[in-house]
């Protein structure tokens, strides 16, 4: 029996990802006195931020396309980020998401998940690795997750695609860290459910 797997995944940061949080910090300072010192920043997050878009938009073109404008939207109100409402990681998917969120109202509503993150793929220890059956779980599993209202997907991609904390996630979504938690816990219990059951 394939499972799901479940909400262990969504313990909090250790001390790994603050240090990254101060360091990041460091970096906006210097390049809010230089913007050439931006690039460090941007080799940071270019990839998390690209998988983020290639979630939430049509083809890589597109997220490469609001890759850029991301970046540059970031660079261009960098003197505004304050440390003290929230992490640099936060501020800038905040950004990433309201980009993607103007072009997804552009477009008929699509679902983009051919990138299922490996934590959310249905595992079993004893069963053989083949091809053809991690097709048929993606493939069971991308069509659940079409299933899930915006909001819920919207979770999903923000804290396993982006690798996010629930504390940036909170942040992005204007909701306290222990409501963004239970929401995120209930979606996850809810696909493992969906996807346990053969009826859904």
Do not use: C
Request: aromatic share 8%; proline share 5%; hydrophobic share 40%.
């Amino acid at each position: 029996m394939h499972n799901v797997a479940t909400a262990s995944h969504l313990d909090w940061p250790g001390q790994g990802q603050t240090d990254q949080a101060e360091t990041d910090l460091d970096l906006v300072l210097v390049a809010q006195a230089d913007p050439t010192a931006f690039a460090a920043l941007d080799d940071r997050y270019r990839d998390r931020v690209y998988r983020y878009l290639l979630m939430r938009t049509d083809t890589p073109d597109d997220a490469d396309d609001l890759l850029q404008a991301v970046f540059l939207k970031a660079l261009d109100a960098l003197a505004q980020y304050r440390p003290a409402r929230g992490p640099f990681a936060a501020w800038l998917f905040g950004i990433a998401r309201n980009t993607a969120s103007t072009y997804r109202s552009r477009r008929s509503p699509n679902v983009a998940w051919d990138l299922v993150p490996e934590i959310l793929l249905p595992v079993d220890e004893h069963q053989p690795d083949t091809r053809l059956l991690r097709q048929e779980d993606l493939g069971r599993l991308r069509l659940l997750v079409g299933r899930l209202d915006a909001s819920k997907r919207e979770l999903l991609i923000l804290r396993f695609v982006a690798n996010l904390t629930i504390a940036d996630i909170a942040t992005i979504i204007g909701k306290s860290e222990a409501a963004t938690k239970k929401q995120l816990t209930r979606t996850l219990h809810t696909l493992k459910e969906h996807y346990n059951d053969p009826t859904h």
